[in-house]
């Protein structure tokens, strides 16, 4: 069964969620303040539900502390007004946010999105020029050297290379990984793939090419 972490100042919204969750056979902790918890327990989560504005530590820099500990999907609970909080947060490693107010069916759509995301199993390797994407580790390498990407960015890469050649909007790639079309939140595509090319760029490497107007492609 898996086990989630939701962390909001919001005593309402935390009920909420945990509630919905837990009825829908998912274990679940809350957490009002961020300070309280104890880093070192977090990788016992499959997904963490992070409210961006809380009084104490807010999601962002919290977001930006346990990355680098856990391996698991971090979602953003957002207001629409927080736009350039969100670009921050995907670039500190967030994997996707939903905006507030939010419905029942679309939280659990995303949760489950993302842990059957997190469930897919890979044994074999891709190879692009001198990129290679270990499929099983889900790793990739510029030659020989580990490129540091987000589960986001690394699933990106993974559906463009798939897809080489092919044309993914942006609505289309949220589709492909999300396992649902949610039109609302596409433009955290946008702020992936610009990360993604920042760190390719630093290995003199650019493989995902825009076709203006349509989406992108893995050239």
Not at 33 to 41: F, I, Q, S, T
Not at 132 to 156: G, N, R, W
Request: glycine share 6%.
């Amino acid at each position: 069964m898996n086990r989630i972490l939701v962390v909001d100042d919001d005593k309402d919204i935390l009920e909420l969620v945990k509630t919905t969750l837990e009825l829908n056979h998912y274990l679940v902790d809350i957490a009002e303040n961020p300070a309280g918890l104890n880093k070192d327990n977090l990788t016992q989560y499959d997904l963490i539900i992070l409210d961006i504005m809380m009084p104490e530590i807010d999601g962002l820099t919290f977001c930006q502390e346990i990355r680098p500990l856990v391996d698991c999907p971090i979602v953003f609970l957002t207001a629409k007004s927080q736009e350039t909080d969100i670009v921050l947060g995907l670039g500190y490693g967030a994997d996707d946010y939903i905006s507030k107010p939010f419905g029942i069916e679309e939280l659990l759509a995303r949760v489950s999105a993302h842990l059957r995301r997190e469930r897919r199993d890979h044994h074999s390797k891709l190879v692009s020029g001198d990129i290679q994407f270990d499929l099983s580790s889900k790793e990739v390498k510029v030659e020989q050297a580990i490129l540091d990407l987000t589960k986001s960015e690394y699933e990106i890469c993974d559906c463009l290379l798939k897809h080489r050649g092919q044309v993914f909007s942006k609505e289309q790639l949220y589709e492909e990984l999300y396992g649902y079309d949610e039109r609302g939140m596409p433009s955290a595509i946008a702020e992936h793939i610009k990360n993604i090319r920042a760190k390719f760029r630093d290995y003199g490497q650019e493989p995902i090419k825009t076709v203006w107007g349509i989406g992108y492609k893995w050239e």
